[in-house]
């Protein structure tokens, strides 16, 4: 028997008979044609130093990017994404680049990190209430299929600060004498190995909070409509983080604030649009994703 589903069309418990508005579901690819086993040891050991480099990307990829296959891809949506992280770096790069930094490099790093910690902890609380309130006031059986679908979001949250913890705690040199100052080579060992471990870290963290803004923490996993609701809470929360902390470059003020608000308002309009195309384009709105 079927019935309206989460997403707009008819489908039974536990998948879908019909697609949508015509989309494609992400994440399904032909299998690559077989190689020569020669030719693929080759690229191996030709791409073994670059696959060591870009094993944090990949890894904070891993983490943050959805993996439900059956999720909507809409390509234009896809592209405006793309577009919004590339502008936001781009925007992030030229104030670095255009004004000097009011302070030593090491310390702005040190303040990125003590912003990015606060910034997760408070997506920590905001994130996990607005999924949760969302999962809760679905109509069975969608909320059974929401809850089975919570650990791609819950991954990227701890992941991610659990990664950004770890950092600061290594970049804290006077907390690694205060822990293994009186172990002796076992304390300089830890010391060591903590370093080494930031070498990973440091990229990975760096990666993870570009990719958890660009997806939403993964909700595209839960549903669609979420990551449209979730993007403007998470850009205005590292707004006003960055608002308290102050401008890390001597920018004039009306440049900090074009900054500090541009990001808010090009997401919340890129929200609002990506919900708009969901609704007119595959019939996705937030009442049916309810089951209201």
Excluded at 30 to 47: C, I, L, N
Excluded at 60 to 80: C, E, V, Y
Excluded at 161 to 181: N, T
Excluded at 199 to 222: E, N
Aim: aromatic share 8%; proline share 7%; charged share 15%.
């Amino acid at each position: 028997m079927e019935q309206r589903d989460g997403y707009g069309g008819y489908g039974r418990y536990g998948g879908q008979s019909r697609q949508p508005g015509g989309w494609a579901p992400a994440g399904r690819t032909a299998a690559p044609p077989y190689g020569r086993p020669s030719a693929d040891r080759e690229r191996t050991r030709r791409h073994g130093c670059v696959t060591v480099l870009m094993a944090p990307f990949v890894a904070a990829a891993r983490f943050q990017r959805p993996g439900r296959a059956d999720r909507l891809a809409d390509p234009a949506m896809s592209r405006a994404q793309v577009a919004r992280t590339g502008i936001g770096l781009g925007a992030t790069a030229w104030l670095f680049y255009a004004y000097t930094l009011r302070q030593g490099a090491k310390d702005v790093i040190d303040d990125k990190l003590t912003e990015m910690l606060l910034a997760a902890a408070v997506l920590m609380v905001v994130g996990p209430l607005l999924v949760g309130a969302f999962v809760v006031a679905a109509r069975p059986p969608l909320r059974g299929r929401y809850r089975r679908r919570l650990p791609g979001p819950l991954t990227a949250f701890g992941v991610l600060f659990g990664a950004a913890a770890l950092l600061a705690f290594a970049f804290r040199r006077d907390l690694h004498d205060r822990l293994f100052g009186g172990i002796g080579d076992v304390g300089f060992l830890l010391s060591l190995l903590i370093g080494l471990t930031s070498l990973f870290l440091l990229p990975f963290v760096l990666a993870s909070s570009v990719l958890c803004v660009h997806h939403s923490f993964r909700t595209a996993d839960v549903h669609e409509v979420l990551p449209p609701l979730l993007s403007p809470v998470v850009v205005v929360a590292m707004s006003v983080l960055q608002a308290v902390d102050g401008p890390p470059v001597n920018a004039p003020q009306s440049v900090w604030l074009l900054f500090l608000t541009g990001a808010p308002l090009s997401v919340t309009a890129l929200s609002v649009w990506e919900l708009h195309r969901l609704r007119t384009r595959y019939g996705i709105t937030l009442r049916g994703a309810l089951g209201r």
